[in-house]
């Protein structure tokens, strides 16, 4: 090789380096969101750019559509921020809502903030607060449902294991609980642990309603008795 193409070889390559760098730090800058506090996304200059807040979700702000999950999120530190007309983020979700999501779950969310500063929501997580209880002096579900009619409307705790799939909270019931060979549905809708899954023992607190199922007054717990010898 003379001496004039080694130089435009050495030069051609050096070329392609710089090129492939380039096209490296645009790609690693497009996908990076930045992390924002809900005040930061609503009153600075983030339209149209990648990022990701957190929340928790505001009770009743939950509807849904052919477009998605449309929900509000508010300052974890604030839980009266939405009742008296505090600042919430409103966000559009188009992906299956996680089981454990619902009312007051911290949900951290990524996606294109919009010209009204609402957040297009393109990958979400929750965190929810893990919750044990003992299950002393709870009813079982048979021990509940013998006693018929006389206990309906009366605060409850009732233990037993989860059976079946855990449903997200638009749906009719959250889950089925078990206990000496009698179920009942179970109402929530709020977050639920991740360790809530299909066999798990839970405590849950609530009343007996008219209908035949079980309304949750409170978030349903893990058996700290069944979780400890696990």
């Not at 009698?182 to 023992?201: F, K, P, R």
Request: charged fraction near 20%.
């Amino acid at each position: 090789m003379n001496k004039k193409a080694k130089s435009r070889l050495i030069v051609v390559g050096g070329i392609v380096v710089v090129v492939m760098l380039v096209i490296i730090a645009v790609a690693g800058s497009g996908g990076a969101a930045s992390s924002l506090s809900i005040d930061e996304v609503r009153t600075g200059d983030y339209v149209g750019k990648k990022v990701q807040v957190s929340g928790s979700v505001v009770a009743d702000s939950l509807e849904s559509d052919d477009a998605g999950a449309h929900f509000e999120i508010q300052p974890e530190t604030d839980a009266d921020s939405a009742a008296s007309g505090g600042e919430v983020l409103v966000v559009h979700y188009d992906g299956a809502l996680p089981a454990t999501f619902g009312t007051g779950v911290v949900a951290i969310c990524t996606g294109t903030v919009e010209s009204d500063c609402s957040l297009t929501c393109t990958e979400m997580v929750t965190k929810c607060p893990s919750k044990y209880e003992s299950a002393e002096g709870s009813l079982t579900v048979k021990g509940l449902l013998d006693q018929g009619d006389s206990m309906v409307g009366q605060e409850t705790k009732l233990c037993g294991y989860v059976k079946g799939a855990v449903n997200g909270i638009d749906a009719a019931y959250r889950f089925t609980i078990e206990s000496q060979d009698a179920t009942i549905n179970v109402v929530w809708d709020g977050g639920l642990d991740e360790a809530v899954t299909d066999g798990a023992a839970v405590v849950v607190s609530g009343q007996l309603q008219a209908d035949g199922t079980f309304l949750a007054s409170e978030q349903p717990a893990i058996d700290e008795a069944v979780a400890q010898n696990a």
